[in-house]
């Protein structure tokens, strides 16, 4: 017992070693909310919500989301390095200052707390959530994401409360390389090591983090 747990130590140190060792992303200027405002409302709004909290599992919520991150997908979905056919027309025309102001507004959107809707996945989840799978190498989402699912500015997005159904659907995308735009393949490598129920039960506990 003493070694598994020794074994388990160490792998969750060389995770947060190699989180410590990803370069950070280039910081983006501070937005302007109120700019955003139409283009939420004649674009995002329809998907998204106009306050960031989205009424379908399919699309994520935005709300209380870090501003860079946000900046930083929409470009990325701008210039083709995230690929989505439904994001590529609408960020089309948005120019930088558009997308760092859209930043600020989904950041600034209070998130509405949801309740997870599966407990047995739930208990589960949380297991992989917090200590990762050492037998398979999976490392804990916490150590990145933050044990509250708040994210780390700049670098980590902020998980709690999202779909459970958007998050799946987005680690099945990391391990088929549909989605290719993380840093140093992190969560690419991560995906390919997960097996479909993990997925399920770890989007399930993340969706009732706070």
């Known amino acids: ?25 280039p910081a983006v200027a501070k937005g302007d909310a109120a700019k955003a405002q139409k283009i939420v409302n004649d674009i995002c709004g329809a998907c ?18 870090h501003p860079e991150y946000i900046t930083k997908q929409l470009n990325e979905f701008k210039s083709g390095a995230r690929r989505n056919a ?23 959107q209070l998130p509405k707390a949801k309740p997870a809707k599966d407990p047995a996945l739930v208990a589960e989840g949380q297991k992989l959530y917090k200590g990762g799978n050492a037998g398979s190498g999976v490392p804990a989402c916490a150590s990145c994401h933050g044990p509250a699912g708040a994210g780390i500015p700049v670098q980590f997005p902020r998980l709690a409360g999202q779909h ?3 998050v799946v659907a987005q680690l099945k995308n990391f391990r088929t390389g549909d989605r290719a735009n993380d840093g140093g393949k992190m969560m690419q490598t991560i995906a390919k090591k997960m097996t479909d129920q993990e997925m399920r039960a770890v989007a399930e506990y993340i969706s009732g983090l706070r």
């Open 48 to 65: 998204h919500g106009t306050d960031g909290n989205s009424t379908s599992p399919t699309y994520p919520n935005l709300a209380g989301q």
């Open 86 to 108: 439904t994001m590529a027309p609408n960020v089309a025309k948005l120019s930088a200052e558009d997308m760092v102001n859209l930043g600020a507004y989904f950041a600034a």
């Open 1 to 25: 017992m003493k070694k598994q747990a020794v074994l388990l130590t160490g792998l969750l140190f060389v995770a947060a070693a190699a989180v410590a060792a990803e370069p950070a992303a």
């Open 164 to 166: 459970a159904k958007y």
